[in-house]
């Protein structure tokens, strides 16, 4: 098993993503930026890993996404799923964007 695949695996992970998406309330934080309300459970390292394996706990370098903008961050992995599947997908996922309520006075 190499250190990386050993590493996801490790207690010490698992407290640190649990954190993560506490601190994000399991919210895209990508989304989030755009005014898009959106709920994820994925915890991406902004600055990767196999860059600089010392960053790999640290908070500041974790951030709550959603599968769709984890997999624009990772567009070099590719996908294995037929387009059929990547379609009901994205049927299914819903984002919610929240607005003022132009009735509601101060």
Not at 19 to 28: G, M, W
């Amino acid at each position: 098993m190499n250190k990386y695949l050993k590493f996801y695996h490790s207690k010490e992970w698992k407290l640190a993503r649990s954190q993560a998406l506490a601190r994000d309330h399991y919210l895209c934080q990508v989304c989030f930026k755009r005014g898009l309300v959106k709920p994820a459970n994925t915890v991406h390292h902004i600055i990767p890993i196999k860059d600089d394996f010392k960053k790999r706990l640290d908070l500041n370098n974790l951030e709550t996404i959603c599968l769709e903008c984890h997999n624009q961050e990772h567009q070099e992995r590719g996908s294995n799923e037929p387009e059929r599947y990547k379609k009901l997908k994205a049927r299914k996922r819903k984002a919610y964007v929240f607005k003022a309520n132009p009735d509601y006075k101060l």
